[in-house]
């Protein structure tokens, strides 16, 4: 008796495995499309669907900042309105597209690791050919970077809303002094970043 049950066993495994493995495509598929129309609604709820909650509050500050900031430099009468309205203005399109952008990738690299975990039994620690892409995916949210957002973000915000007159006056008189000071503290990471890498690249 127990001879006879073993062959059909046998064969009833392999078609469960074609019938997970088959589904599978669909599924990471469908995942990839609802973050994908999440982020196209609302920036950021894409990145919380696939659970990169930090990332997903991220762009949801960054562009409630940056309308703020269109609001209160239309609302007041200083010189150097003309040319930040236009700047703010195209940081809007750019941020919303490059959330999306960021999402689909994002998905792809959320669902390789959901299916190893799952499937194959690994652990959720990315392997070596998955942490180029990982590093390049997480490095908004790591050390206090996230924490120093969120607390540059909200006072910010709080000064554009209440409009205080010292903060006017700052801005009117300092204001593109610290604006091309951002640019210049910015460029300079992103070419240090570069460098870096570089660097690496040629001592591996």
């Not at 892409?133 to 050390?143: I, K, N, P, S, T």
């Not at 593109?176 to 460098?195: D, H, P, T, W």
């Amino acid at each position: 008796m127990v001879s006879k049950k073993q062959p059909r066993k046998q064969k009833s495994q392999p078609r469960k495995n074609r019938n997970m493995t088959q589904n599978k495509p669909i599924r990471n598929r469908t995942h990839k499309f609802l973050a994908g129309l999440l982020s196209a609604i609302i920036p950021g709820m894409g990145h919380i669907y696939l659970r990169l909650y930090m990332r997903g509050l991220t762009f949801m500050l960054l562009i409630l900042l940056d309308l703020s900031a269109l609001l209160y430099f239309s609302s007041i009468g200083i010189q150097i309105n003309v040319p930040l309205l236009i700047l703010l203005a195209l940081c809007i399109p750019i941020i919303y597209f490059y959330n999306v952008y960021d999402v689909l990738q994002s998905a792809d690299w959320v669902m390789m690791r959901r299916r190893r975990v799952s499937v194959l039994g690994g652990s959720d620690k990315p392997e070596p050919n998955e942490r180029a892409a990982g590093e390049a995916l997480m490095v908004w949210e790591r050390g206090i970077s996230f924490g120093l957002l969120l607390i540059v973000g909200g006072a910010l915000m709080v000064l554009f809303f209440r409009k205080p007159r010292w903060f006017q006056e700052v801005l009117a008189l300092y204001g593109g002094y610290v604006f091309a000071v951002l640019l210049i503290i910015g460029g300079l990471i992103i070419f240090g970043r570069e460098i870096w890498g570089m660097l690496r690249k040629t001592k591996v």
